[in-house]
Every structure is written in structure tokens, then in C-alpha cells.
């Protein structure tokens, strides 16, 4: 089982749709969990931390579940823009900031 | 205050030749992770270095590959014989003391 799992994707949505992407990762001891979005055959930028309470970003809201060990990002009012792979990622426990990616969900938004 | 660069941007190699990669971590971190990313999967972890030290290579393979951080200079990730299977996007990250890494530009490596 991979640590990192997420929805394959690829999501093609209008402007101005909602989306959300889910993802769950296998270490119920890991410390540490973000969004980060990456652009075709670009580096990885963080998009966000995820917090259990929740924590929102304008038109992001990120949501952590750690008894299902299940995390979520939903995005509101796409924008062209917003067209790009979404990594889930977690840090294991130990200490120092090692990040597990997953493989990447695909989001599309058309005109 | 630059990024983390990252060089040379593309590596063209053939089959059995080496490869050296390159990272510049941003200025004041003495922390550097490598990460590779095959087409079409995401990144995965490879090593974690400091000055002079290597902390984790967990996720290096256990042949051809090596890496290090002196304490003058980049961080090199070097790729001894380079396979087909080598090709791939490198991706490094720097950080000083805080959860947040900060990502190169990545070299793209070929191998013909």
C-alpha cells in the first residue's frame, strides 16, 4: 500500500466550479501535512498546511481527519489559474521534515 | 534573497556515462533534501543532507548513486553509469529551521 494515496484525477471542471480533492496516507503517526501544487514540468510550491481544525486560504479550504487519516482540499470558484496537479504530502514522525508526496491529482479548469 | 538553483537545468547523458546535479540551497540553510520524480508519479525522497553530513539516504538506491553537501560549495547528487531508468525530473529542497522547504527548479535528466 502506498503511504500517500490519492483520487487519480484528472477532474475537468468549468470556471467558476467547485472541486475537491481527497487523500489518505497509510503512518497514523505522521506529524505534519500540506497541499502542495505543482505546474507541468515545474518544481513543487506549497499551497498550504492542513490543520485538524481546518484552516482556509481565500477560495482553499484544507480539511484533516486523523482518526481516518484522511485529508482534503476543496477549491471554490475555479479559475483558469487554478489548472495544475495538487500533491497531497505528509511528514512521517522522527524529527526532521522528510516529505511522503503522493502521486498527484490533476485539475483542468476549462472556459 | 535568491532561491534554491539548481544546475544544469537539462542533462542530456547516454547509457553508462555519469551525471552530476547540482543545488544551491538559499542563503542560510544548511539543510538539503533530493527528491526524484519519475514521469507521470510524484516526488519521492532520496536523501537529506547538512553541512557535511548525510542524515538519511533511506531512499537512495543502493547502487550507482551517491551525494553530498560539502561545506564550501553546492550540494552534487551524482549518478555513476547512468541507466535508461535514471530518467528523471531532480528536484532539490533547502530549509533552515522551519517546516517549509523550499524547492529548486529541478534538472531534467535524459538518457539516451
Known amino acids: 500500500r502506498k503511504e500517500v494515496e490519492q483520487d487519480p484525477g484528472p477532474f475537468n471542471v468549468p470556471e467558476g466550479a467547485t472541486v475537491a480533492f481527497n487523500c489518505t496516507y497509510s503512518?497514523?503517526?505522521?506529524?505534519?501535512f500540506f497541499w502542495y501544487r505543482q505546474d507541468c514540468r515545474k518544481e513543487p510550491k506549497l499551497l498550504m498546511s492542513?490543520?485538524?481544525s481546518g484552516n482556509e486560504d481565500g477560495r482553499f479550504t484544507a480539511q484533516l481527519n486523523r482518526a481516518s487519516q484522511y485529508i482534503s482540499l476543496l477549491i471554490r470558484d475555479s479559475k483558469l489559474s487554478d489548472s495544475a496537479t495538487y500533491l497531497c504530502?505528509?511528514?512521517?514522525?522522527?524529527?526532521?521534515?522528510?516529505?511522503?508526496f503522493g502521486a498527484g491529482t490533476r485539475l483542468a479548469v476549462h472556459p | 534573497n535568491a532561491g534554491v538553483m539548481q544546475n544544469p537545468r537539462h542533462l542530456v547523458r547516454r547509457r553508462g556515462q555519469e551525471a552530476r546535479l547540482r543545488c544551491s540551497p538559499m542563503?542560510?540553510?544548511?539543510?538539503v533534501y533530493w527528491y526524484r520524480q519519475l514521469p507521470e508519479e510524484g516526488l519521492k525522497f532520496m536523501v537529506y543532507?547538512?553541512?557535511?553530513?548525510?542524515?538519511?539516504e533511506s531512499g537512495m538506491p543502493k547502487e550507482r548513486f551517491s551525494a553530498e553537501f560539502p561545506k564550501e560549495g553546492p550540494s552534487i547528487l551524482r549518478i555513476q553509469q547512468v541507466v535508461r531508468g535514471d530518467s528523471a525530473a531532480y528536484f532539490c529542497?533547502?530549509?533552515?529551521?522551519?517546516?517549509?522547504?523550499?524547492f529548486g527548479p529541478g534538472t531534467r535528466l535524459t538518457v539516451l
Open positions: 503512518n497514523s503517526a505522521s506529524q505534519s
Open positions: 542563503k542560510g540553510h544548511s539543510h
Open positions: 543532507l547538512q553541512k557535511e553530513n548525510i542524515i538519511d
Open positions: 504530502v505528509v511528514t512521517p514522525s522522527g524529527g526532521y521534515n522528510k516529505l511522503i
Open positions: 529542497a533547502s530549509f533552515f529551521s522551519t517546516d517549509t522547504q523550499y
Open positions: 492542513v490543520y485538524s
